[in-house]
C-alpha cells in the first residue's frame, strides 16, 4: 500500500518559518506531480504549491516569494519550506502525489494519494 506521511507543522509566531515534509512509502512505480494544499476553517481547500518529477514549481499568489516547495526524487520525499509566515496562512496542510503504485505484480492505475494533514498555526 502507499502512504504518505506528513510532518513539521506547529505553532509559529508571524515572520516565522517552517519547513514540512511529505515521505512516501509503500510500492510505487512513479510519482509525476506533488502538491501541498490548505484548508482553514470555513474555507474551501486550496492549492499552495505544485512541484512536477522533473523540478518546475508552481505557486498561489499569496505565498509566492515565501514559500518553496521542493522534492527529493531518491527519498520519495516532498518538502515545503515557509518563511514570513502570516496569520492568513494558519491552515490544515494536505501533501498530496499523483503517483503510478505497484500492486503486487503489475502497476496499478494512476491516482491521486493524500496525507493526513498537519496543522500550521501562525499567531502572535
Known amino acids: 500500500q502507499v502512504q504518505l506521511v506528513e510532518s513539521g507543522g506547529g505553532l509559529v509566531q508571524p515572520g516565522g518559518s517552517l519547513r514540512l515534509s511529505c515521505a512516501v512509502s509503500?510500492?510505487?512505480?512513479?510519482?509525476?506531480?506533488m502538491g501541498w494544499y490548505r484548508q482553514a476553517p470555513g474555507k474551501q481547500r486550496e492549492l499552495v504549491a505544485v512541484i512536477t518529477s522533473g523540478g518546475s514549481t508552481n505557486y498561489v499568489d499569496d505565498v509566492k516569494g515565501r514559500f518553496t516547495i521542493s522534492r527529493d526524487n531518491a527519498k520519495n520525499t516532498m518538502y515545503l519550506q515557509m518563511n514570513s509566515l502570516k496569520p492568513e496562512d494558519t491552515a490544515e496542510y494536505y501533501c498530496n502525489a499523483d503517483l503510478l503504485p505497484w500492486l503486487g505484480l503489475r502497476v496499478g492505475s494512476r491516482g491521486d494519494y493524500w496525507g493526513q494533514g498537519t496543522q500550521v498555526t501562525v499567531s502572535s
Open positions: 509503500g510500492s510505487i512505480f512513479s510519482i509525476y506531480n
